[in-house]
């Protein structure tokens, strides 16, 4: 087996049993948690105890502890996430449903945040001790300190007569060709979107420009500025690519909130997505969706650092020896 | 681009829900529900996630469900006003009920309504009542059967006369029973499993479009037996915070806002919507454990403390000041709302700090040096359980006020906040034995029946329902004669002598009533004050009298 290869096989591994730990551990920690799903249901005009005990035999939470992890094991191997306690629909659907509205909105907000940050970082890197830099550091500090929470109502209480401020899609909109639904959609996204962009572009906007600085400084920058290279080529193309490891390493962090999303925008836009979904769940103590969420979260974030790993081998192959 | 179209809503909303579902994208018709189509749009912050009647347990989908299926009366405050019956009649001890049906009814997939579909109906509840209907079916528990002898009779025989009959059937919805007898087959398991996103509607509207915690939209139902209704459409949007749903009504992006946070009343009103704000049925309390399993602060069990605390809370100054006015004191479990059930004589103890003092004093708990008291050994300092999600910024405030007077009286109380779930536990645990629990502050929402708030300190209730252990035999006796009271004279003399064991023993203190605030923008006629709210699950009346200006 070459080095490659055994390298690959090995992060393969670790990915698997990353795979198992978290869904073995998000089975256990969960049922750790004070409360049951079936206390809040329970408490209705028609409650009693009989109902609740009707209502644990349904869930199956009057098995024991192992009993459940056995059952839920055996669904996960036939694919089954098993059914959401509140919803009573399948938590595959529902996970897959969330993840649909939350990814578009996330991917915006985030390539938003980096697109800025970085050229506003590597800007004020360039104009270091300036009144530009000043200016940049001062703004991309105070935004990034305020609370997301804040951020979103300042929005809404600006823009919610010309942008909607909940929701996925106009739910009372019957627009039948494709072009308005992604029109629709795309409105929809702009404020959650950009609120995601400007809690997030502060941390880019102040990572790129120490990169960058620190980058300023070396040999190969000084010979290109000695050389008389425009500006825009000695940024792009001596000086950023050497700083972009700690770039590219927060945009790799950033994937968590892609698929994770987030539940502070998601909940002050009423946004149908995957972060509002496990906030609810733990809640409601809705364990199969908050399992099954957190799995798909699980997994797709394992995945995407499985794919950096093997990016990472590609750009510098000293790293599988 | 959406463009705004009057008239031919429901060809166009049809055509373009099955647009939607198919993902065409090939039809270029548009149209949109708004109120220029005479369709109502309420926000609510109460969200809806299954349209399953047996498994829901979430009041708006329950309001929109009643707008959906057909019940054989539809609550009047304590009354019952005809629906799918139009008449109804009982035996002498009010065993026997029969109901005449009316004709002509129609489900929306165009089968027949008839007497039939109700006897089926209370069948399947009582055959799956320990099971997949336990959620609804506990109301008729002492049904014993139901038949329809023809398609326009409706008789239902109870095992024993049961208080407010009428009203616990009026509470059910009734199902085609072509679409859920397979269900109700076997275990009835299915009954539960069964998402009901497309439902078979026999009620003054249909379905036209459902997505879980984010829309139900409906649009008036051909066929329905009762006289149309005049909005085009109804349409129940979810918010998860208030603060975009608030600014939706503001920008006339929704009609009818419920509820209305007290914070944003200003603000809507200076945009021209009209809010009301009107007694509602919700309380806020202090609940007590009463069991003997907590063996650490055995003194809050001793109901001169109660009653001393019950002194030290300025109830006027937490509806003014933590609720902004839109509370009022409170006193009995069974709200002054819900009318002749409400004993007058039962009135909140008047904020009194000096007599706190004294019965705290009389009763021996001696207060130290350290201006704190002591009771069985140790400092008077409790925790109070609050579960933050639902009391929300309110509760924490009047449980703020609360602690400053107390301090006056030599008690500390330090708040312990967390989600529902986790302070139901905290309550009841561990394992509902009660041994650690002593205060905490929840509430209930009542029905204007007092039957099941009455229920709710009943012993049978530990391990249920029950959040205080309370235990008195005297108190259930009473409870099981006011469930077979049918005369409303004599039961109401029993519900007026249970109200005052409670108030007597103080398993609960109710501190403030608050009150409903729903907001609505001008152009609808017909708003009418409920004291459930708009959202209403025990009668469409609420949508059913809403009227477009045009």
Same mark, same amino acid.
């Given at each position: 087996m070459s080095t490659r290869t055994s390298y690959l096989a090995g992060k393969v591994r670790v990915a698997a049993f990353g795979v198992f730990a978290t869904l073995t551990l998000n089975f256990f920690l969960f049922r750790v948690l004070p409360g049951d799903a079936v206390?809040?249901?329970?408490? =209705?005009?028609?409650?009693?105890?009989?109902?609740?005990?009707?209502?644990?035999?349904?869930?199956?939470?009057?098995?024991?502890?192992?009993?459940?992890?056995?059952?839920?094991?055996?669904?996960?191997?036939?694919?089954?996430?098993?059914?959401?306690?509140?919803?009573?629909?399948?938590?595959?659907?529902?996970?897959?449903?969330?993840?649909?509205?939350?990814? &578009?909105?996330?991917?915006?907000?985030?390539?938003?945040?980096?697109?800025? @940050?970085?050229?506003?970082?590597?800007v004020a890197a360039w104009r270091h001790d300036t009144l530009v830099d000043s200016i940049i550091s001062n703004v991309a500090t105070v935004?990034?300190?305020?609370?997301?929470?804040?951020?979103?109502?300042?929005?809404?209480?600006?823009?919610?007569?010309?942008?909607?401020?909940?929701?996925?899609?106009?739910?009372f909109a019957f627009a039948a060709d494709a072009w308005s639904v992604a029109i629709d959609r795309l409105k929809h996204m702009i404020l959650p979107s950009l609120? !995601?962009?400007?809690?997030?572009?502060?941390?880019?906007?102040?990572?790129?420009?120490?990169?960058?600085?620190?980058? !300023?400084?070396?040999?190969?920058?000084?010979?290109?500025?000695?050389? @008389?290279?425009?500006?825009?080529?000695?940024?792009?193309?001596?000086?950023?690519?050497?700083?972009?490891?700690?770039?590219?390493?927060?945009?790799?962090?950033?994937?968590?909130?892609?698929?994770?999303?987030?539940?502070?925008?998601?909940?002050?836009?009423?946004?149908?997505?995957?972060?509002?979904?496990?906030?609810?769940?733990?809640?409601?103590?809705?364990?199969?969706?908050?399992?099954?969420?957190?799995?798909?979260?699980?997994?797709?974030?394992?995945?995407?650092?499985?794919?950096?790993?093997?990016v990472n081998m590609k750009l510098d192959p000293r790293i599988v020896e | 681009?959406?463009?705004?179209?009057?008239?031919?809503?429901?060809?166009?909303?049809?055509?373009? =829900?099955?647009? !939607?579902?198919?993902?065409?994208?090939?039809?270029?018709?548009?149209?949109?529900?708004?109120?220029?189509?005479?369709? !109502?749009?309420?926000?609510?912050?109460?969200?809806?996630?299954?349209?399953?009647?047996?498994t829901t347990t979430q009041s708006s989908c329950l309001a929109a469900l009643r707008l959906m299926y057909p019940s054989l009366g539809q609550a009047s405050g304590t009354d019952v006003e005809p629906d799918l019956a139009e008449s109804w009649t009982s035996n002498a001890d009010a065993t026997v009920w029969t109901f005449k049906i009316r004709s002509g009814g129609k489900w929306s997939d165009g089968q027949p309504l008839t007497a039939k579909d109700a006897a089926f109906t209370i069948d399947m509840l009582l055959k799956h009542i320990e099971g997949s209907t336990a959620r609804r079916a506990r109301s008729i528990s002492t049904v014993e059967k139901a038949e329809a002898p023809d398609e326009s009779t409706l008789v239902v025989t109870f095992k024993q006369p049961t208080a407010n009959a009428l009203g616990r059937l009026a509470q059910l919805l009734i199902m085609p029973e072509h679409v859920?007898?397979?269900?109700?087959?076997?275990?009835?398991?299915?009954?539960?499993?069964?998402?009901?996103?497309?439902?078979?509607?026999?009620?003054?509207?249909?379905?036209?479009?459902?997505?879980?915690?984010?829309?139900i939209l409906m649009q008036p139902m051909d066929g329905y037996f009762g006289a149309a209704p005049a909005l085009k459409g109804v349409g129940i949007q979810f918010f998860t915070d208030s603060t975009a749903m608030v600014q939706a009504l503001i920008n006339k992006q929704l009609d009818i806002v419920t509820p209305l946070p007290a914070t944003s009343v200003d603000a809507v009103r200076k945009a021209g919507v009209e809010v009301?704000?009107? &007694?509602?049925?919700?309380?806020?309390?202090?609940?007590?454990?009463?069991?003997?399993?907590?063996?650490?602060?055995?003194?809050?069990?001793? =109901?001169?403390?109660?009653?001393?605390?019950?002194?030290?809370?300025?109830?006027?100054?937490?509806?003014?000041?933590?609720?902004?006015?839109?509370?009022?004191?409170?006193?009995?479990?069974?709200?002054?709302?819900t009318g002749q059930w409400s004993n007058p004589n039962v009135v909140g103890e008047t904020f009194d700090l000096d007599l706190a003092n004294k019965i705290l004093d009389d009763a021996g708990y001696a207060k130290g040096a350290?201006?704190?008291?002591?009771?069985?050994?140790?400092?008077?300092?409790?925790?109070?359980?609050?579960?933050?999600?639902?009391?929300?910024?309110?509760?924490?405030?009047?449980?703020?006020?609360?602690?400053?007077?107390?301090?006056?009286?030599?008690?500390?109380?330090?708040?312990?906040?967390?989600?529902?779930?986790?302070?139901?536990?905290?309550?009841?645990?561990?394992?509902?034995?009660?041994?650690?629990?002593?205060?905490?502050?929840?509430?209930?929402?009542?029905?204007?029946d007092p039957d099941f708030i009455l229920s709710v300190v009943l012993c049978s209730q530990i391990g249920g329902l029950s959040e205080t252990a309370y235990c008195n035999k005297d108190y259930d006796d009473l409870y099981a004669a006011q469930a077979k009271e049918v005369d409303p004279e004599k039961r109401k003399a029993i519900v007026w002598k249970m109200q005052e064991i409670l108030q007597r023993d103080r398993p609960y203190i109710v501190t403030v009533q608050q009150n409903n605030v729903e907001a609505h923008v001008p152009g609808w006629s017909g708003f009418t004050e409920n004291p459930i709210g708009f959202l209403d699950y025990t009668s469409n009346q609420t949508f059913m009298s809403m009227k477009p200006a045009n």
């Open positions: 206390s809040s249901m329970a408490r =209705v005009p028609d409650g009693s105890v009989e109902l609740k005990e009707a209502l644990m035999r349904q869930f199956g939470l009057d098995k024991s502890l192992w009993g459940q992890y056995l059952d839920y094991l055996a669904q996960l191997a036939q694919g089954n996430m098993g059914v959401s306690y509140a919803s009573l629909r399948p938590v595959t659907g529902e996970v897959l449903a969330a993840l649909g509205n939350t990814v &578009p909105m996330t991917l915006l907000g985030i390539a938003l945040a980096i697109l800025v @940050g970085t050229t506003t970082g590597v935004i990034y300190s305020a609370p997301t929470q804040w951020i979103a109502i300042m929005l809404i209480l600006a823009m919610a007569q010309y942008l909607p401020v909940s929701g996925a899609s106009d739910p609120t !995601l962009a400007l809690a997030t572009f502060g941390q880019y906007t102040l990572v790129t420009r120490s990169a960058v600085l620190a980058t !300023l400084g070396d040999d190969h920058v000084a010979a290109a500025k000695a050389i @008389g290279f425009p500006v825009r080529r000695i940024l792009t193309g001596y000086a950023l690519p050497n700083a972009l490891i700690p770039i590219v390493t927060l945009g790799a962090l950033s994937a968590g909130t892609v698929v994770g999303g987030s539940v502070v925008v998601e909940t002050v836009f009423s946004w149908p997505g995957i972060g509002r979904a496990m906030y609810d769940s733990i809640i409601q103590r809705d364990f199969p969706m908050l399992q099954g969420a957190l799995l798909v979260v699980t997994v797709a974030v394992i995945l995407i650092n499985l794919a950096a790993d093997i | 681009m959406t463009r705004h179209i009057r008239g031919n809503f429901i060809g166009t909303a049809i055509a373009a =829900v099955a647009a !939607l579902g198919l993902g065409m994208a090939a039809q270029t018709s548009s149209a949109k529900a708004d109120a220029a189509n005479g369709v !109502l749009r309420v926000g609510t912050t109460f969200s809806c996630s299954s349209l399953n009647p047996y859920w007898a397979p269900l109700s087959e076997g275990d009835g398991a299915k009954i539960a499993s069964f998402a009901n996103d497309q439902p078979v509607a026999g009620g003054p509207f249909k379905l036209a479009r459902f997505v879980a915690d984010q829309i009301a704000n009107y &007694p509602g049925l919700r309380f806020h309390s202090w609940l007590f454990n009463s069991s003997e399993n907590q063996k650490k602060f055995p003194e809050i069990r001793d =109901v001169k403390l109660r009653e001393a605390f019950a002194h030290a809370i300025d109830r006027k100054k937490i509806a003014e000041v933590a609720y902004l006015g839109f509370a009022t004191p409170g006193d009995s479990m069974v709200p002054k709302v350290d201006g704190w008291r002591t009771a069985n050994g140790h400092r008077m300092s409790y925790h109070v359980l609050i579960p933050a999600n639902v009391e929300g910024a309110e509760g924490l405030r009047a449980l703020e006020i609360a602690t400053a007077d107390f301090k006056k009286i030599g008690v500390e109380l330090i708040a312990e906040q967390s989600d529902n779930a986790t302070v139901a536990a905290a309550i009841t645990g561990p394992d509902n034995t009660f041994a650690d629990a002593t205060i905490a502050q929840w509430g209930w929402i009542p029905q204007m």
